[in-house]
């Protein structure tokens, strides 16, 4: 099982971008899906998740500019990013909870994409 995320660049605060994470491989069936970003000298923390019904949980510094959604069908979870500001700057990685094709669940980590505001 692997996990690609793409979409991250450099933005101008007030901005705005769209970072993808396919899923792909021996994959059964996903539970949540998840958005992690880490920023320079910080740990990493969790910026949103989406359960396999749709269900979104999002963190208080980033409500009412991201959203979180996802396509079963094509495994893929997104994250759309509004009004950024530049202490959004970080590597954002997705994360999934995958049952694989021969019965075992997982935790599963993309690779990162960076995601760079300036001001």
């Known amino acids: 099982v692997q996990l690609q995320a793409s979409g991250g660049g450099l933005v101008q605060a007030g901005g705005s971008l769209r970072l993808s994470c396919a899923a792909s491989g021996s994959i059964f069936s996903i539970r949540t899906m998840n958005w992690y970003r880490q920023g320079p000298g910080k740990q990493r923390e969790l910026v949103a998740s989406?359960?396999?019904?749709?269900?979104?949980k999002h963190a208080d510094y980033v409500k009412g500019r991201f959203t979180i959604s996802r396509d079963n069908a094509k495994n893929t979870v997104y994250l759309q990013m509004n009004s950024l500001k530049p202490e959004d700057t970080a590597v954002y990685y997705c994360n999934g909870d995958i049952l694989t094709s021969d019965g075992a669940y997982g935790d599963y980590w993309g690779q990162g994409t960076q995601v760079t505001v300036s001001s």
């Open positions: 989406i359960s396999s019904r749709g269900n979104t």
